[in-house]
């Protein structure tokens, strides 16, 4: 059964830095791509990145260009995603998801699977 669980979520002061993880089980990364999306208290679910199978392609929201990055390591089965510099906006529950489609994009109606998500509370 094909399962996403993500981790490294937690509380962080601003200008600070996370690192979120999505570790895959009961399927072989190599043909999904993946995505990054997040929801805040009362506002709707909405795309911060993806990555292509291979990891040659990427993609980013604007308000985390340059700030976020998106990686994959198929042999630990696991994508990551580096927060750096965050703000109190940031602030949301961070989903990881998949698809077996070969385009990526930031849509989270494109992924078909999805991690139960973890918090991340950017404040000081």
């Known amino acids: 059964q094909l399962q996403l669980v993500e981790s490294g979520g937690g509380l962080v002061q601003p200008g600070g830095s996370l690192r979120l993880s999505c570790a895959a089980s009961?399927?072989?990364?190599?043909?999904?791509?993946f995505g990054w999306f997040r929801q805040a208290p009362g506002k709707e679910r909405e795309g911060v990145s993806c990555?292509?199978?291979?990891?040659?392609?990427?993609n980013y929201a604007d308000s985390v260009k340059g700030r976020f990055t998106i990686s994959r390591d198929n042999a630990k089965n696991t994508v990551f995603l580096q927060m750096n510099s965050l703000k109190p906006e940031d602030t949301a529950v961070y989903y990881c998801?998949?698809?077996?489609?070969?385009?990526?994009?930031?849509?989270?109606?494109?992924?078909?699977?999805w991690g139960q998500g973890t918090q991340v509370t950017v404040s000081s």
């Open positions: 009961g399927f072989t990364l190599d043909y999904y791509a």
């Open positions: 990555i292509s199978r291979s990891g040659g392609s990427t």
């Open positions: 998801a998949a698809t077996d489609k070969t385009m990526v994009v930031i849509l989270d109606k494109w992924y078909e699977y």
